[in-house]
């Protein structure tokens, strides 16, 4: 590890951190189309779980993407530099940073049927060394995960890809995006909203709504979504789907039994465990025909 790479900084959480949780009432579902596997005659789902959920909120369209996704990249970038003053930023040759970036590079080529937007997206990666066990994915693909979830639970690759796909699909589900245009439609009236869905006049109001990016948590149907379209990217991408089960395990012993901050609106263990298995009927068929990655890395050593 390098010398000058502390994990013990103290780095206050980004504006849009991870505050998980969730069961919802699932949208409409529709017929899987197959494919015979090379050389199988095995059946694969190609949809996944993409016919569990909905489509996109019409409070997103109160809102202007492109300056959630630029609030998000000034927000992160002020997080990165108190990191870095801190010597709490994961300098490019740390093994946990290329673990990181190895992860994401491939679970991000499976974003784009999920959000057409994030082919075009500055995707970024980064290490913050704080003992929190925090993980989260900020608007236009802005990664982070803190030091201490990658100790404390001692994380396989596939686990760490379960926490990733989670947090990449409230990205790509624009959850921070519905939940600041839900806040206008209950704060700013009738009227004007008819104005903003008539003129598209969001710029005004968006500046005066730039403060809800410091204290907005995502809603339980925004957890559940995540878990789901998380699921089905971490299995495309190689790792495996079960591995949620086990990260589960490690939340629940870690925690004695109360979820840590960026879990903490998830339903018990129990509970999350069981929806996950309810799951894996339709991603298991991705995992298996997906190529595995190269390489297995290691979480940081204890001590």
Not at 132 to 158: E, H, R, V
Not at 220 to 229: F, L, P, T, Y
Request: some cysteine.
């Amino acid at each position: 590890m390098p010398k000058t790479f502390q994990t013990g900084a103290s780095i206050a959480p980004p504006p849009l951190a991870h505050h998980a949780g969730c069961r919802c009432a699932l949208h409409g579902r529709r017929l899987f189309g197959a494919a015979l596997l090379a050389g199988s005659g095995a059946a694969l789902a190609q949809d996944g779980v993409r016919g569990d959920v909905g489509g996109e909120s019409r409070f997103t369209k109160l809102v202007s993407a492109e300056q959630v996704e630029a609030a998000a990249a000034q927000q992160y970038q002020q997080m990165l530099r108190e990191a870095a003053q801190q010597k709490g930023l994961g300098p490019p040759e740390h093994p946990q940073v290329q673990r990181l970036r190895a992860i994401a590079e491939r679970i991000i080529p499976h974003a784009k049927p999920w959000n057409p937007r994030a082919e075009r997206w500055k995707w970024e990666v980064n290490l913050i060394g704080s003992p929190q066990l925090n993980a989260f994915c900020m608007p236009g693909g802005k990664i982070a995960f803190y030091y201490g979830i990658l100790k404390q639970l001692q994380l396989t690759d596939d686990e760490v890809a379960t926490i990733m796909g989670h947090e990449t699909a409230h990205a790509l589900r624009e959850h921070a995006r519905e939940r600041m245009g839900k806040t206008a439609a209950t704060r700013i009236g009738a009227g004007v909203l008819s104005a903003l869905l008539g003129l598209g006049q969001t710029g005004d109001t968006l500046l005066n709504m730039g403060g809800q990016l410091l204290t907005l948590k995502f809603s339980r149907e925004d957890e559940s979504e995540a878990d789901i379209v998380g699921m089905d990217l971490a299995a495309r991408a190689g790792y495996d789907p079960r591995a949620g089960i086990s990260l589960w395990n490690k939340m629940i012993e870690a925690s004695k039994g109360a979820p840590p901050q960026f879990l903490s609106t998830h339903p018990s263990g129990p509970t999350r465990i069981h929806d996950i298995e309810a799951k894996l009927p339709k991603v298991m068929p991705l995992y298996e025909a997906a190529a595995k990655p190269g390489k297995v890395y290691g979480a940081p050593a204890k001590g």
